[in-house]
């Protein structure tokens, strides 16, 4: 028995990327129960829980769509920290989208319901709890289609239907818990919690690591430090989580904090350099750091929050060579004739991505990228200014043709743009038909010193029969 973890290697893609998990060996133990079991029912019956060396790891089925399996975890301590695991995109056939409950042991109580990973696309859940008691817990699987309780419209396939599970407690692997006593340090820089961010055996070029805390009070300030990579890299910082315990009804997740917190990355100088209080729409901060250079995280409370019952976070910190990136070439790229070329990399099924950055130096500094496109093809796109924490205000974005025909314009106000088919689009997507090429010009305000002038676009772009 091995532990998986997760091992992002391309985070910053994570809006349209999907990560591929390792995946080691199972045991397999068929486990069933009728699809109308309540909650209490199906904790009174729940599979146990046994450790071997703090993991448990269970492949079982259920009989169809409608079914759950349910678990019972041994009392853990306060403090303790349990991540939650499956593999189903793992499995070679019949299986479901899973959603993993977590409850109290009697299950007369949801702590927490979370249908997929928030940091990168993925069906399968994978998040951290923490325990703000000692108590032991019923865990519940099922399918999305019963979550939603949309099982009646969906197809039945042939039962059983299989699921792989994992429980992995107080995980240590690339990760960094803030001490257990939680102080109010005299100078929070100097004592700081240390974190070492090394590159990737797998990607030389970028650095990954987990940083799971807790806000104590309302007036609490977790300061951790690290030596960026010895190359300049665009460095990201996600919560990974949601808020709340999650819609039984289907369709939020939310993995049980009640922690709304504001990141702060702050620069040798004591200078901060982004900051963000995140949310669904909004859970990234983003900055290009200097190679080898001393960086502080700082987390305190969002403006206006009351500590709850359960006041954790999640962060997962992804440093990436801006190599890797379609970075502007000078600040000579302000019209279309001197535009920077972006070079969309070949996804699967068609579809060609990208990453756009660069910083807004002067007031009067706009950067103009140029997109090969052909005809049918549709195009989609994020930016974020002040949406990943910068300085920048009312970011715009305008598209052009090359003759100079503005396409269509946007502005960043309190949410990302972002033109696409999701939920959470400012615009739809643009489809190319007579154009080959597409321009696309950023400008935008800096109304926040001191704060960095740095934006970043997602490109997207997916052939007509995709
Ligand atoms: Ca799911
Ligand atoms: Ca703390
Ligand atoms: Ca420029
Ligand atoms: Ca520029």
């Given at each position: 028995?091995?532990?998986?973890?997760?091992?992002?290697?391309?985070?910053?893609?994570?809006?349209?990327?999907?990560?591929?998990?390792?995946?080691?060996?199972?045991?397999?133990?068929?486990?069933?129960?009728?699809?109308?079991?309540?909650?209490?029912?199906?904790?009174?019956?729940?599979?146990?829980?046994?450790?071997?060396?703090n993991?448990?790891?269970?492949?079982?089925?259920?009989?169809?769509?409608?079914?759950?399996?349910?678990?019972?975890v041994?009392v853990m301590s306060a403090g303790s920290w349990l991540l939650?695991?499956?593999?189903?995109?793992?499995?070679?056939?019949?299986?479901?989208?899973?959603?993993?409950?977590?409850?109290?042991?009697?299950?007369?109580?949801?702590?927490?319901?979370?249908?997929?990973?928030?940091?990168?696309?993925?069906?399968?859940?994978?998040?951290h709890y923490h325990l703000a008691d000692t108590q032991?817990l019923?865990?519940?699987?099922?399918?999305?289609?019963?979550?939603?309780?949309?099982?009646?419209?969906?197809?039945?396939?042939?039962?059983?239907?299989?699921?792989?599970?994992?429980?992995s407690l107080n995980p240590?692997?690339?990760?960094?818990y803030?001490?257990?006593?939680?102080?109010?340090?005299?100078?929070?820089?100097?004592?700081?919690?240390?974190?070492?961010?090394?590159?990737?055996?797998?990607?030389?070029?970028?650095?990954?690591?987990?940083?799971?805390?807790?806000?104590?009070?309302?007036?609490?300030?977790?300061?951790?430090?690290?030596?960026?990579?010895?190359?300049?890299?665009?460095?990201?910082?996600?919560?990974?989580?949601?808020?709340?315990?999650?819609?039984?009804?289907?369709?939020?997740?939310?993995?049980?904090?009640?922690?709304?917190?504001?990141?702060?990355?702050?620069?040798?100088?004591?200078?901060?350099?982004?900051?963000?209080?995140?949310?669904?729409?909004?859970?990234?901060?983003?900055?290009?750091?200097?190679?080898?250079?001393?960086?502080?995280?700082?987390?305190?409370?969002?403006?206006?929050?009351?500590?709850?019952?359960?006041?954790f976070?999640?962060?997962?910190?992804?440093?990436?060579?801006?190599?890797?990136?379609?970075?502007?070439?000078?600040?000579?790229?302000?019209?279309?004739?001197?535009?920077?070329?972006?070079?969309?990399?070949?996804?699967?099924?068609?579809?060609?991505?990208?990453?756009?950055?660069?910083?807004?130096?002067?007031?009067?500094?706009?950067?103009?990228?140029?997109?090969?496109?052909?005809?049918?093809?549709?195009?989609?796109?994020?930016?974020?200014?002040?949406?990943?924490?910068?300085?920048?205000?009312?970011?715009?974005?305008?598209?052009?043709?090359?003759?100079?025909?503005?396409?269509?314009?946007?502005?960043?106000?309190?949410?990302?743009?972002?033109?696409?088919?999701?939920?959470?689009?400012?615009?739809?997507?643009?489809?190319?038909?007579?154009?080959?090429?597409?321009?696309?010009?950023?400008?935008?305000?800096?109304?926040?010193?001191?704060?960095?002038?740095?934006?970043?676009?997602?490109?997207?772009?997916?052939?007509?029969?995709?």
């Amino acid at each position: 028995m091995s532990n998986n973890y997760a091992t992002p290697t391309a985070a910053t893609t994570a809006l349209f990327g999907i990560l591929a998990l390792l995946w080691g060996c199972h045991s397999t133990d068929a486990f069933q129960l009728d699809g109308h079991v309540t909650d209490e029912a199906g904790c009174a019956n729940a599979i146990p829980v046994v450790w071997n060396d703090n993991v448990f790891q269970h492949d079982g089925t259920v009989d169809g769509l409608t079914d759950a399996a349910f678990f019972n975890v041994p009392v853990m301590s306060a403090g303790s920290w349990l991540l939650v695991d499956t593999f189903n995109d793992q499995i070679v056939g019949p299986t479901f989208d899973p959603v993993v409950s977590i409850l109290n042991a009697t299950g007369t109580q949801r702590l927490a319901m979370v249908d997929r990973v928030a940091l990168w696309q993925s069906e399968d859940p994978h998040f951290h709890y923490h325990l703000a008691d000692t108590q032991s817990l019923c865990i519940k699987i099922e399918s999305f289609s019963r979550w939603t309780h949309s099982y009646a419209a969906a197809q039945m396939p042939d039962a059983p239907l299989a699921y792989s599970f994992q429980l992995s407690l107080n995980p240590d692997k690339d990760t960094i818990y803030e001490p257990e006593t939680d102080v109010v340090a005299e100078n929070p820089f100097t004592d700081s919690t240390p974190l070492t961010l090394s590159a990737s055996e797998d990607n030389p070029d970028a650095g990954y690591h987990w940083l799971h805390g807790v806000l104590n009070t309302a007036q609490d300030a977790d300061v951790y430090s690290f030596t960026s990579l010895n190359m300049e890299t665009i460095t990201d910082i996600f919560v990974n989580g949601e808020t709340g315990i999650g819609d039984p009804y289907g369709g939020v997740s939310g993995i049980g904090t009640t922690a709304q917190i504001t990141l702060q990355l702050i620069d040798a100088d004591e200078t901060i350099v982004a900051e963000l209080s995140p949310d669904r729409i909004k859970p990234v901060l983003s900055a290009v750091l200097a190679p080898n250079s001393r960086y502080y995280i700082r987390v305190t409370g969002a403006p206006d929050w009351m500590p709850g019952q359960n006041n954790f976070y999640n962060l997962y910190l992804a440093s990436e060579s801006v190599q890797n990136f379609d970075m502007e070439t000078a600040s000579d790229n302000n019209t279309l004739d001197n535009a920077t070329k972006v070079n969309l990399t070949a996804g699967e099924s068609g579809s060609y991505s990208g990453i756009v950055i660069g910083t807004l130096e002067t007031e009067t500094d706009v950067d103009v990228f140029q997109i090969a496109l052909t005809p049918g093809q549709m195009f989609m796109l994020q930016c974020l200014g002040a949406s990943s924490g910068s300085g920048l205000q009312n970011l715009t974005v305008g598209t052009f043709e090359a003759n100079g025909t503005r396409v269509r314009a946007d502005i960043e106000k309190n949410t990302p743009i972002e033109w696409s088919t999701g939920p959470n689009s400012t615009r739809g997507p643009l489809w190319a038909d007579d154009y080959e090429d597409l321009y696309l010009r950023i400008s935008g305000d800096y109304r926040r010193s001191p704060l960095s002038r740095f934006y970043q676009c997602y490109i997207l772009v997916m052939d007509e029969a995709y």
